[in-house]
């Protein structure tokens, strides 16, 4: 007989992203339209195992919509690794009565949802991470809103670099990912963006450009760096060594996960939201709420954190044929 699913839990786990408390929102939501109660876990996989937890109200679930970080707090936990751990948490789950849960948040996210479901507690992920490195969906929340933000410090960053006419190097996020990076730089035309994805040679990827570049007229350059390609003290050094240039160099940090999340994450969380209970509705679970070509698909986990995605080289390739580089 197909399971009832009457009260379900809802975690944010791992880095936090603009557009978590957007996807805990429509989770509740989605969750109360079809009839269950929605308990919030704090703190992650931690607090699942803590038995730390808030019974979610509609009266909680105003005013978060376009609100930074997660109301239900996340953590990185180290005990739901163990089986002891997982075994406490199956025991909470089955103390507070959850037919479910809902996980949000990235490749870690999704091992925990793994390990749990294998346990037999029906769980269904949801991607929500500003680094946009999970394989199995185009998209995760917070990507836009990440971007934008490093976007808008980078246009004051030229601001004070084109009226010095200087050379800056900004660090941005991304793990061991590049299409923060990426995009950003196109965003705001670096001369020169390093990605892990794009093997380094220094002369042709960041010497050679800033050189057409000044040939062409220009007297400040903008060079981008994802942390997963090196580190942007470094290589603002080898420009000083390389060119004479006396770079100025901002690594971006956690500012990137902050904010109010776009209308893009918003809208997406609040689609993902919506599928992932109306799967535990339907009667399904075991699956992550992913987005190809633009629709909502259900990915199971195990196949899920199989899944690679590769960045779009092409938009390097833009770059390179718009910076000066060639
Ligand atoms: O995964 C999100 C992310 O912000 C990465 O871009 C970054 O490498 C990492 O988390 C930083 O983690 P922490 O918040 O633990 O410093």
């Known amino acids: 007989m197909e399971k009832k699913f ?14 978590m408390n957007a996807a805990v929102r429509s989770v509740a939501r989605t969750a109360m339209h079809f009839g269950m109660e929605c308990v919030g876990i704090r703190r992650g ?35 739901f690794m163990t089986e002891k751990g997982r075994e406490k948490a199956v025991n909470t789950c089955k103390m507070l009565g959850l037919d479910g849960i809902v996980a949000i948040g990235g490749d870690g996210t999704f091992r925990g949802a793994l390990e749990l479901s294998r346990l037999g507690v029906p769980v269904m992920g949801i991607p929500a991470t500003i680094d946009n490195d999970i394989g199995c969906s185009n998209y995760t929340i917070g990507f836009d809103t990440a971007c934008n933000t490093a976007i808008d410090c980078i246009d004051k960053l030229r601001d004070t670099m084109q009226s010095h006419e200087r050379c800056s190097v900004v660090e941005v996020m991304g793990r061991h990912a590049g299409f923060l ?9 670096a001369v020169s963006v390093l990605i892990p994805e794009h ?17 062409a007229g220009a007297t400040h350059f903008m060079v981008v ?23 100025r160099v901002t690594v971006l940090g956690h500012i990137q996960r902050g904010g109010a999340p776009t209308g893009r994450d918003r809208e997406t969380a609040t689609r993902m939201g919506y599928y992932a209970v109306k799967a535990f509705a339907e009667g399904r679970s075991g699956s992550v709420i992913c987005t190809q070509e633009g629709s909502i698909v259900e990915i199971p986990i ?25």
């Open 6 to 19: 009457k009260r379900i839990g809802v975690l944010t786990s791992g880095g936090d992203s603009p557009g």
């Open 45 to 79: 996989w931690q607090g699942l195992i803590n038995s730390d937890f808030v019974v979610l109200t509609p009266e909680m679930m105003r005013h978060i919509l376009g609100t930074g970080g997660t109301i239900l707090y996340t953590a990185r936990s180290e005990e």
């Open 181 to 189: 990076a990426l995009y950003v730089g196109l965003a705001v035309g």
């Open 199 to 215: 093997e380094l040679n220094f002369e042709e990827d960041v010497v050679k450009p800033i050189q057409n570049s000044r040939l």
């Open 225 to 247: 760096v994802a942390e997963g390609a090196g580190s942007a003290i470094e290589i603002g050094k080898k420009i000083h060594e390389s060119l004479g240039l006396d770079p």
């Open 302 to 326: 195990e196949e899920a954190l199989e899944m690679k995605k590769q960045l779009p080289m092409v938009r390097y390739e833009i770059l390179e044929a718009i910076s000066g580089a060639r």
